[in-house]
């Protein structure tokens, strides 16, 4: 039996090597595995001298040889495919293991162009094609952490059972897709090329999904960064399924502020948000939207927090902490809670797609990225600079917001927030009882009706703001008019389904 060794990381590959070796297995390599092997006193053959072809253009072509796919490719059981062999002397490979260059991590690297491109690898997922397509007879291995699974199999069974072969080959291919999709949005730099094809890795199973009964994993995408991808875990419990969902909402609200700002979030919907003088500031204010609603919620706060702000946190169950950076004596106070989970966000969100599966099909759109087109001051009375404050703060926190929504504001606080309504004045009547006192209302999408603006006024609401472009806008604008409001459009909606 033979087996073709080429790997990039070199991690257990002499012991696996020399595992096979002590059973009879002759080991064929290539370039800087083969000096490694031989170094390691590997009895081990050089590729070139099984193909008669020495290894040229700086090693880009080596494997790519009929002597090569064609002892993995043949079926042993077809009597032409051996006679073929016979008659050409093609010897049989029955294990490749190959693992491939770093083009995930490279392509990350400030690199040059053509510095990258040679990290595209040929023949390895050449190789391991062949292989895996012909499992019956060859064990294709793509992955260390599966050698010792290999021997496992070798010394328990005397061979790797076909199943375990078929497994293997899965692995190939799931690699070698994810691979060869992240080469491809690499070069084609096309945000919706013809074939939809992402390249993600498991990061970690998780419990359940968003219910128990629910399996799920989490997969991050193996090329570019991404704010719910490179973060550290200071402390706490595992994360979960809505953990993450809700972290990345939170987190992306208070990324969309310059001033300090915190953001709580439940049930992947904002409860509470403000800006303050500072990080203490800016949590107060936000607990003081809804003392209700953040009890058990994530808190995501874009500054560093100091030991006064954890504190303040812990004096409440809380599931998650986000912040860029803590304080040492501030992580000690926050670690006092075991199962809290503390988060350290390595940076702001980075994404330009979103995605959102469907039965059958996936839906990809540009990320909602622009808050307004231009301002439109449609009513007699103009709001004042202070109004307009607010209502941009708000306007920063409705798209965030499940539809049909309506956050009401006052000194930048987010003190009612509603969503998720099937009609607008739901969403208003509710954002209105919940935030007594404001002064601003903020509306994701236009009014159809002028009841939003008939029920604004019963609360005291001296301006809004809203994209405009309904049939009905002058009904509405009238109404401003009528109670004394000002109001502004933007010309752009804000819809989160």
Known sequence: MRALISVYNKDGIYEFAKFLEDRGVKIVSTGGTYRYLKEKGIDVVEVSSITGFDEILDGRVKTLHPVVHAGLLAVRDNEEHVEQLKKRGIEYIDFVVVNLYPFFEKVKEDLTDEEKIEFIDIGGPSMLRSA??????????????????????????????????????????????????????????DDFPEYLTLSYKKSMNLRYGENPHQRAAYYTKTVGLGAIKDFEQLNGKELSYNNLKDMDIAWKVV??????????????????????????????????CDRISIFGGIVALNRR???????????????????????EDALLVLKEKKNLRVIKALSTPKDNLEYVSVDGGILVQDVDNKLVSEFRYVTDKKPTDKEMEDMLFGMKVVKYVKSNAIVVVRDKMAIGIAGGQVNRIWAACQALERGEGATCLVSDAFFPFEDVVEKANEY?????????????????????????????????RHFKH
């Open 305 to 327: 927090v100091d030991k006064r702000t954890a504190e303040k946190l812990i004096e409440i169950f809380l599931e998650i902490v986000i912040a860029p950076d803590y304080d």
């Open 255 to 288: 990324c969309e502020f310059d001033e300090p700002c915190c953001c709580a979030v439940k049930h992947n919907s904002p409860c509470g948000v403000a800006v303050g003088k500072d990080v203490f500031d800016a949590y107060s204010k936000a607990y003081e």
């Open 132 to 189: 895996a397509k012909n499992y019956k007879y060859v064990v294709s291995v793509c992955d260390p952490k599966d050698y010792s699974m290999v021997m496992d199999e070798i010394l328990t069974y005397g061979e790797v059972r076909l199943e375990k072969r078929r497994y293997l080959a899965g692995k190939v291919f799931n690699l070698t897709s994810a691979y060869d999709a992240a080469i491809s949005n690499y070069l084609l730099e």
């Open 460 to 492: 005291g609401i001296k301006a809004i703001m809203q994209p405009g472009g309904s049939i009905r806008d002058k009904e509405s604008i009238d109404a401003c008019n009528k109670y004394g409001i000002s109001m502004v459009f933007t010309g752009v």
